[in-house]
Antibody, heavy 118, light 107 residues
Framework: EVQVLESGGGLVQPGGSLRLSCAAS????????MSWVRQAPGKGLEWVSS????????YYADSVKGRFTFSRDKSKNTLYLQMSSLRADDTAIYFC???????????WGQGTLVTVSS | EIVLTQSPATLSLSPGERATLSCRAS??????LAWYQQKPGQAPRLLIY???YRATGIPARFSGSGSGTDFTLTISSLEPEDFAVYYC?????????FGGGTKVEIK
């Protein structure tokens, strides 16, 4: 069974940093691109970032480019989203999803809430 | 950036009725269009990928059609569990984008 489990969310002050993790299991991790998608309270879905199977290429939404860094550790089947210079409009549930670019988002975690507020 | 416009924003129907949801792209996305269902407090779930292929475990009452810029998600006969928000998403070009969603509510 495919499982994707996010962690690391919480309350952070504007300008602060946070690192989200996503632990994946139940599939061959190195065969799939992975992505982050976020959802602000009461709003729709917004793609944030994707990473290729080998971790060499990453793609970012303009809204986070230069502030967020997406990486993957194949030895741990884990992904990381390093977020810095956080702003109030980064407040959202962050979902980790299997797929992106080369395929649809076919499995999702339950999300982790990031709140940026003073 | 490819903009996806979903219509209507809200669809009020009764169980057993047919639902037709539209997604229009600002430029061609070929057939790289997916549909997701999201219920309150839950993660989205993939329903349809590449415009017309049902994802694993998705009931046959869900079907997708279209190519290029115009796409449709059809639910042939609404079940109580189908009342939710539906999103389309394209993977033809970076950045990946989602439509604004259509809420299917009970009439």
């Amino acid at each position: 069974e495919v499982q994707v489990l996010e962690s690391g969310g919480g309350l952070v002050q504007p300008g602060g940093s946070l690192r989200l993790s996503c632990a994946a299991s139940g599939f061959t991790f190195s065969n799939y691109a992975m992505s982050w998608v976020r959802q602000a309270p009461g709003k729709g879905l917004e793609w944030v970032s994707s990473i290729t199977t080998d971790g060499i290429s990453t793609y970012y939404a303009d809204s986070v480019k230069g502030r967020f860094t997406f990486s993957r550790d194949k030895s741990k089947n884990t992904l990381y989203l390093q977020m810095s210079s956080l702003r109030a409009d980064d407040t959202a549930i962050y979902f980790c999803a299997k797929g992106g670019g080369g395929g649809p988002f076919d499995d999702w975690g339950q999300g982790t809430l990031v709140t940026v507020s003073s | 950036e490819i903009v996806l416009t979903q219509s209507p924003a809200t669809l009020s129907l009764s169980p057993g009725e047919r639902a037709t949801l539209s997604c229009r792209a600002s430029q061609s996305v070929r057939n790289y269009l997916a549909w997701y269902q999201q219920k309150p407090g839950q993660a989205p779930r993939l329903l349809i990928y590449d415009a017309s292929y049902r994802a694993t475990g998705i009931p046959a009452r869900f079907s997708g059609s279209g190519s290029g810029t115009d796409f449709t998600l059809t639910i042939s006969s609404l079940e109580p569990e189908d009342f939710a928000v539906y999103y389309c998403q394209q993977r033809s070009n970076w950045p990946l984008t989602f439509g604004g969603g259509t809420k299917v509510e009970i009439k």
